[in-house]
């Protein structure tokens, strides 16, 4: 299934939005238009209020805008219902079934239909449902009901496609010469350790923690069954060892929504790959890139078809690995590397959810290219259940790297990029067996930053995610203050594990 926005080099965005909830839907009176907006009349009133620094919310759209919107993407048409804040129900109480049932009822009276597994789509866990419609109508009868937080028009991906096309999606499977001077080599057998490990004290702080008994939760593109070192026959490798690596699929690769044939657990992008790569690659005798934590378990969910979540089945594949991590007790970490411009409800519900569970989660602040820089934070790492993270250089002022971004709610630094761009990106483990490449931005700086989170927890197994965070808070440059665009600043992974 081809984007039909085409973004970032490692994670679009255009914009920072509100950690705030905003559930009073606007504009509700309005006659019933003959016709819908036109994909182009949506696409300018949402990009004007981007350009304006205004968090679009589809909450404060019109009955119309919204109902244009649902017309245009697949007819689908995303119910939170519930009361404000609850987001999710592992036991749904009596009240809750009352509400939805007398959601659907309202449906099914103006759409003339019976619920059917191409009409309605429940979810589990968190309380959302999908619903196909199609009058003006029903929206404007939705506005007015009760029970519902909030109403989305996830099918639509339209956004951008004429007006943005600069960058790509981050997916990138082409294996490149690394530079000896961009890593440095250890056992075994001349393993390979990315110039900017130095730079936060990693190589440093395994001699107190590799991360064993830790397990990192990814939720990206997937990991390439390709590539030997990220899978269960190459994982455990030089001085990696008793550990494992999970792979898993919640992403469909269909047109049709109600779809339930999953594409499978393997990377076809690249992103997820890296990501990988970065957080968990084993410490090999192959000569290859090693991982932050190269003793952690990985549990990696293909979720995504890039890392821009403008696709109905990514938005579902995303809500979906956010709460199957939060039920296995072993995952400590989750690490997302992907991201949109605007909060999605059913990933903002499933956040939630996941954080209910102890979850420490870290999100990128946003990789984009220089014509998007003057934009914020990108969701989901605008929420206060996610840890946000971006790259700067290693220049004596901090500073951005060329394509990530900053802002008031970014939490850590990561360093991706030499002053004056004289480094390259970290080197990772490529798509294929025996290739590397280079790969950076908020992506990779929040790869990094999760495993220093499991260097850190794998010394302390018993502590909660609060502790762990608090570690990592006490090790960056700028603690106990925070820099207004930048959060804590850069972590001493040393400092931190001991």
Same mark, same amino acid.
């Given at each position: 299934?081809?984007?039909?926005?085409?973004?970032?080099?490692?994670?679009?965005?255009? $914009?920072?939005?509100?950690?705030?909830?905003?559930?009073?839907?606007?504009?509700?009176?309005?006659?019933?238009?003959?016709?819908?907006?036109?994909?182009?009349?949506?696409?300018?009133? %949402?990009?004007?209020?981007?350009?304006?620094?205004?968090?679009?919310?589809?909450?404060?759209?019109?009955?119309?805008?919204?109902?244009?919107?649902?017309?245009?993407?697949?007819?689908?048409?995303?119910?939170?219902?519930?009361?404000?804040?609850?987001?999710? @129900?592992?036991?749904?109480?009596?009240?809750?079934?009352?509400?939805?049932? #007398?959601?659907?009822?309202?449906?099914?009276?103006?759409?003339?239909?019976?619920?059917?597994?191409?009409?309605?789509?429940?979810?589990?866990?968190?309380?959302?449902?999908?619903?196909?419609?199609?009058?003006?109508?029903?929206?404007?009868?939705?506005?007015?009901?009760?029970?519902?937080?909030?109403?989305?028009?996830?099918?639509?991906?339209?956004?951008?496609?004429?007006?943005?096309?600069? @960058?790509?999606?981050?997916?990138?499977?082409?294996?490149? #010469?690394?530079?000896?001077?961009?890593?440095?080599?250890?056992? /075994?057998?001349?393993?390979?350790?990315?110039?900017? $490990?130095?730079?936060?004290?990693?190589?440093?702080?395994?001699?107190?923690?590799?991360?064993?008994?830790?397990?990192?939760?990814?939720?990206?593109?997937? !990991?390439?069954?390709?590539?030997?070192?990220?899978?269960?026959?190459?994982?455990?490798? #030089?001085?990696?060892?008793?550990?494992?690596?999970?792979?898993?699929?919640?992403?469909?690769?269909?047109?049709?929504?109600?779809?339930?044939?999953?594409?499978?657990?393997?990377?076809?992008?690249?992103?997820?790959?890296?990501?990988? @790569?970065?957080?968990?690659? /084993?410490?090999?005798?192959?000569?290859?890139?090693?991982?932050?934590?190269?003793?952690?378990?990985?549990?990696?969910?293909?979720?995504?078809?890039?890392?821009?979540?403008?696709?109905?089945?990514?938005?579902?594949?995303?809500?979906?690995?956010?709460?199957?991590?939060?039920?296995?007790?072993?995952?400590?970490?989750?690490?997302?590397?992907?991201?949109?411009?605007?909060? %999605?409800?059913?990933?903002?519900?499933?956040?939630?959810?996941?954080? @209910?569970?102890?979850?420490?989660?870290?999100?990128?602040?946003?990789?984009?290219?220089? $014509?998007?820089?003057?934009?914020?934070?990108?969701? /989901?790492?605008?929420?206060?259940?996610?840890?946000? !993270?971006?790259?700067?250089?290693?220049?004596?002022?901090?500073?951005?790297?060329?394509?990530?971004?900053?802002?008031?709610?970014?939490?850590?630094?990561?360093?991706?990029?030499?002053?004056?761009?004289?480094?390259?990106?970290?080197?990772?483990?490529?798509?294929?067996?025996?290739?590397?490449?280079?790969?950076? #931005?908020?992506?990779?700086?929040?790869?990094?930053?999760?495993?220093?989170?499991?260097?850190?927890?794998?010394?302390?197994?018993?502590?909660?995610?609060?502790?762990?965070?608090?570690?990592?808070?006490?090790?960056?440059?700028?603690?106990?203050?925070?820099?207004?665009?930048?959060?804590?600043?850069?972590?001493?992974?040393?400092?931190?594990?001991?």
């Amino acid at each position: 299934m081809k984007k039909t926005l085409v973004s970032l080099l490692c994670l679009l965005v255009l $914009f920072s939005c509100s950690k705030d909830e905003n559930n009073d839907f606007k504009e509700v009176n309005q006659q019933d238009p003959s016709n819908p907006l036109t994909i182009e009349e949506i696409n300018a009133k %949402i990009e004007a209020q981007l350009n304006a620094g205004k968090t679009f919310d589809w909450s404060n759209e019109s009955n119309h805008m919204l109902w244009s919107a649902v017309y245009h993407g697949n007819k689908i048409l995303t119910i939170g219902y519930g009361e404000i804040g609850e987001s999710f @129900s592992e036991i749904r109480t009596s009240k809750l079934e009352t509400t939805k049932d #007398g959601i659907l009822q309202t449906i099914e009276a103006s759409e003339n239909y019976e619920r059917s597994k191409e009409t309605v789509l429940e979810h589990d866990i968190i309380n959302v449902m999908d619903v196909k419609i199609e009058n003006y109508k029903t929206i404007e009868k939705l506005r007015k009901t009760k029970g519902i937080r909030y109403l989305e028009p996830n099918g639509y991906n339209h956004f951008g496609e004429k007006t943005v096309q600069k @960058s790509s999606s981050g997916c990138d499977k082409m294996g490149v #010469g690394i530079n000896a001077a961009h890593y440095t080599t250890i056992a /075994p057998n001349n393993a390979q350790v990315s110039w900017h $490990f130095a730079e936060h004290n990693i190589p440093q702080a395994w001699n107190h923690s590799t991360g064993s008994g830790i397990t990192i939760g990814l939720i990206d593109t997937g !990991v390439s069954q390709s590539q030997t070192l990220l899978n269960s026959s190459g994982i455990n490798d #030089g001085y990696s060892n008793g550990r494992f690596v999970q792979k898993y699929g919640t992403f469909i690769d269909s047109n049709w929504w109600w779809s339930n044939n999953y594409d499978g657990p393997h990377d076809k992008c690249g992103h997820g790959t890296a990501m990988a @790569s970065t957080m968990a690659a /084993p410490r090999n005798d192959n000569g290859m890139p090693v991982g932050v934590a190269y003793n952690a378990n990985l549990v990696a969910y293909r979720a995504t078809e890039d890392v821009l979540l403008n696709d109905y089945h990514e938005r579902k594949g995303v809500s979906q690995a956010l709460t199957q991590l939060g039920n296995r007790s072993d995952v400590k970490i989750i690490s997302m590397s992907i991201g949109y411009l605007w909060s %999605i409800g059913n990933i903002k519900d499933a956040v939630k959810y996941a954080h @209910s569970k102890g979850k420490l989660i870290f999100a990128a602040g946003g990789t984009s290219t220089s $014509f998007t820089n003057g934009y914020g934070v990108i969701f /989901p790492a605008t929420m206060g259940e996610t840890v946000a !993270v971006t790259g700067v250089n290693d220049g004596s002022n901090y500073e951005r790297c060329d394509v990530c971004h900053s802002g008031s709610k970014i939490d850590f630094t990561i360093i991706m990029e030499g002053e004056n761009n004289t480094s390259k990106h970290p080197p990772v483990l490529n798509f294929y067996n025996g290739q590397r490449r280079y790969s950076g #931005g908020s992506s990779v700086a929040t790869a990094t930053t999760a495993g220093i989170a499991a260097l850190v927890w794998a010394k302390h197994p018993s502590w909660s995610r609060t502790q762990v965070l608090n570690k990592l808070k006490q090790s960056a440059e700028f603690y106990p203050n925070r820099n207004s665009s930048f959060g804590y600043g850069n972590i001493d992974a040393l400092q931190a594990v001991q």
